[in-house]
Nanobody
Framework: DVQLQASGGGVVQAGGSLRLSCSAAGFTFDDVAVGWFRQAPGKEREGVSCIYLRTGRTYYTDSVKGRFTISRDNAKNTLYLQMNSLKPEDTAVYYC??????????????????WGQGTQVTVSS
């Protein structure tokens, strides 16, 4: 079974940093898509960043470009999201996700099959 376990959320002041981790089991980091999504209260879940592991290509939503960095450790089967210069509008529950279709549509959360449990990120002003 595919399992994803997200961690690393917390409360941070604006301008601060957090690193989220997502440990994966049930598949290997070679030919799949892995990514991070977030959902703020009253809003739809949105894609934050993803990696298509077959090509190594990464995508970021415009609002986080230059501040967030997605990375992975293949040996540990772990996905990371380094978040710097955090803003109050980054406050949300962050989810890691995976899909066995290597080029699943990044901007469509409903297209992704496997999800972690979510970790809360709160940025205070």
């Amino acid at each position: 079974d595919v399992q994803l376990q997200a961690s690393g959320g917390g409360v941070v002041q604006a301008g601060g940093s957090l690193r989220l981790s997502c440990s994966a089991a049930g598949f290997t980091f070679d030919d799949v898509a892995v990514g991070w999504f977030r959902q703020a209260p009253g809003k739809e879940r949105e894609g934050v960043s993803c990696i298509y592991l077959r090509t190594g290509r990464t995508y970021y939503t415009d609002s986080v470009k230059g501040r967030f960095t997605i990375s992975r450790d293949n040996a540990k089967n772990t996905l990371y999201l380094q978040m710097n210069s955090l803003k109050p509008e980054d406050t949300a529950v962050y989810y890691c996700a995976a899909d066995l279709i290597w080029n699943v549509q990044y901007g469509t959360p409903t297209a992704w099959d496997y999800w972690g449990q979510g970790t809360q990120v709160t940025v205070s002003s």
